[in-house]
Structures are given as structure tokens and as C-alpha cells.
């Protein structure tokens, strides 16, 4: 059978009540997307605003191992102070709405043998949910957002020998990779991320070959979640794909960016691919909860300021029977703390 779009010869199914109603399809819950775990979420009132980004130097500023600038000899005026300030500066954001839409003609609705309004309601939300994690992937994915400290192709790395797949035991790779990115992140920080809020984002595939590598074969091999791995249970631990990959690497929490995409107009042959490319694996940080607080300071790596966040209208249109479906959000993605994020490049 040929599939097709919903008409009102086509959306009844004899059989469909014997099925449970049984609507098989990828429409899923957009909390379980894993752009919500890498990034982080301030609600805003107005479409555009200020945050306020302060550099990371004064608070760590030692000159001489003596502490000589720091003395304060008996009898004599206390130091100045003049240089003693931390520079910052105000960037903006702007938020920009968008719609995520369908129509259906009201035989549809009546014809139709589950709440087909409800349905497209919740393929609407995934596609903003996808729209959304394209936007945050495309900044963190751009290397001239990062300073060229914070990121390298793997084999650039000193100590590396190539790329991810095929590191082993001796060559630690992976390993040395995800401690270089996590040692400049500290250092340009002050420490002030805690290598807990530290995380590697990474592709269904760059997990999948990762984790046939042998370095990480053994790494799972020589750890307590061996077992799990042979039981197949090691992925359920990892709470998106896993591909065998335990929750963490080496300290480093592990999250799989699953979000896939159709870049092929209806009716044309299909065409998908994930949002994440394989060879553009990330170190972000995002200490705190999901939902952070407009002006406070964050180290997050990359927020999200939602003006509007997915709201669901339903239109019946009584004029040209039908309904009108659709999502609209209103939101500006930004790298809002670069300096604690590392970009990996050509990692497999």
C-alpha cells in the first residue's frame, strides 16, 4: 500500500477498530528530545533583550608567586585598586516566531477513525522540536564560534594518533580527546564548570563507531557495566540511543543526539539524516537545571531564550470546512558561554 496524505477517501480503515487504534508513527514526546539535557532554557517576556557576558580573568588574576601586587605594608596607603575591575560587555538576542502547520478538511475529521487532529498536533511538535535542535546544532557545530583553543580536529591533538574509530587500548584517543577539551574548558573558565556539568554530545554514528572501537571495548570490558553490555541493558542506561556506549566515558556524561530529519519535499524520494553529523562530536556544559534565569549568570555553553514555547492551536474554519492544526514558538538560540564548550572535528 502506497502511502499517502489524509483525505476523505482515505482516512478510514475497516479493520481500525479491531488494531486498539493502534496509530503507529515517529510523533514522540518533545520533553524526551535531547536538545533539553544539553542546553539551556530562559524564558523571556520581551522578543528581544540584553545578556549581560563578563569575562573569566580578574577573578584569577596572580601575578607573582609572592603575592607582591597583593601587599599592604604597615603605615602606608592601601593599594588603589584601579585596575582591579572584570570587563563585560552586553550582547543581544532576538527572538523569532515560527509556525509549524497543517489543514485538514472537516470529512476528514469526520471520517477519519482516531482523533487525526490530535495526531497532527503531535507531528507538528516533533517538527519544532526538530526545528529547534537544528538551530542550537548549527551554533554549536560552527567553529568560528569558538575560540581556537576550543576546538580541533582529534588527530590534532597531542598525543593522538587519528580519528576516534580506530583508537585501541594503547592509543586512548578517545580518551586523551575528551580530557583535552575538559582540561582547556577548566582553565579558560577559572574552574568555575564543574567537570560534573560536563558533557560529549555526539551522532547515532559517531556513537555507533566509537563504540565497536577497541578502546572503548575494553573500556566497558574492564568496568562494572560488562555485564549489562552482554545482557543488552547497557543502552537502557543511557537514556537516549546508546549503541552499547555506557552513560559516561571516563567521567564525561554521554549524550546520543538522535534528532533526525526529512530534507526531501513531499513527494520526492526520501531523503533523512541526523541533525548531528558524524564528525562534529561537542563537549558543552550545562550546570543547573534545564531552565535557567534571565540575567543571572550561566556557564551554560548554549541557551535558549523563549519568548513563546510550543504553543498548540486547533482552528476549526467553518467558512471552508476545515480545521486548522498548528505549533508556534517564538525563541533565539545562542552560544552564550562559548568558553566552556570544545568543538572535535574529523572524529571519525
Known amino acids: 500500500m502506497v502511502a499517502v496524505a489524509p483525505g476523505a477517501a482515505n482516512v478510514f480503515v475497516a479493520d481500525h477498530q479491531a488494531s486498539g487504534k493502534l496509530v503507529v508513527d515517529f510523533s514522540r514526546n518533545p520533553q524526551k528530545f535531547a536538545i533539553n539535557r544539553y542546553t539551556q532554557t530562559v524564558p523571556v517576556d520581551k522578543v528581544t ?6 569575562t573569566v580573568e580578574e577573578a584569577g588574576r596572580i601575578l607573582n608567586t609572592d603575592l607582591a601586587e ?7 596607603d592601601a593599594p ?15 527572538c523569532q516566531r515560527r509556525k509549524f502547520g497543517a489543514r485538514l478538511g472537516d470529512l476528514t475529521v469526520d471520517q477519519a477513525s482516531w482523533d487525526i487532529v490530535a495526531k497532527h498536533a503531535a ?18 557545530v560552527t567553529a568560528a564560534n569558538y575560540a581556537s583553543d576550543h576546538t580541533s580536529a582529534v588527530s590534532s591533538i597531542t598525543g593522538n594518533t587519528g580519528k576516534w574509530p580506530a583508537s585501541t587500548t594503547a592509543r586512548q584517543d578517545i580518551r586523551r580527546s575528551l580530557n583535552h577539551a575538559a582540561k ?12 560534573e556539568d560536563l558533557m ?56 546520543v543526539e538522535k534528532t ?22 561537542f563537549m558543552c556544559s550545562r550546570p543547573g537545571g534545564l531552565e535557567g534565569l534571565a540575567g543571572a549568570p550561566s556557564f551554560a ?11 498548540a492551536q486547533t482552528k476549526n474554519d467553518p467558512d471552508n470546512r476545515l480545521t486548522r492544526v498548528r505549533v508556534v514558538e517564538n525563541y533565539d538560540y545562542i552560544l552564550t558561554a562559548p568558553v566552556s564548550g570544545f568543538l572535535f572535528t574529523a572524529a571519525v
Open 260 to 281: 533526525s530529519k526529512v530534507t526531501s519535499r513531499k513527494g520526492a524520494t526520501k531523503v533523512s539524516s541526523f541533525v548531528l553529523a558524524d564528525a562534529t562530536p
Open 49 to 54: 533583550g540584553y545578556y549581560l557576558e563578563m
Open 80 to 94: 588603589e585598586d584601579v585596575d582591579g575591575t572584570e570587563s563585560h560587555e552586553f550582547k543581544a538576542f532576538l
Open 301 to 311: 555553553t548554549c541557551t535558549g531564550f523563549m519568548q513563546e514555547e510550543m504553543t
Open 200 to 255: 560529549v554530545v555526539m551522532s547515532p554514528g559517531c556513537a555507533k563507531e566509537i563504540s565497536e572501537s577497541q578502546e572503548i571495548v575494553d573500556y566497558i570490558k574492564g568496568s562494572p557495566a560488562a555485564w549489562a553490555s552482554i545482557n543488552g541493558d547497557l543502552a537502557d542506561q543511557n537514556r537516549n540511543v546508546g549503541f552499547g556506549l555506557p552513560p559516561s566515558l571516563y567521567g564525561y556524561e554521554v549524550v
Open 123 to 140: 507531528i507538528k511538535a516533533q517538527q519544532a522540536m526538530t526545528a529547534r535542535t537544528q538551530k542550537a546544532i548549527d551554533l554549536l
Open 184 to 195: 582547556q574548558i577548566l582553565l579558560d573558565t577559572l574552574s568555575a564548570v564543574d567537570p
Open 70 to 76: 597583593f601587599d599592604w605594608p604597615d603605615g602606608t
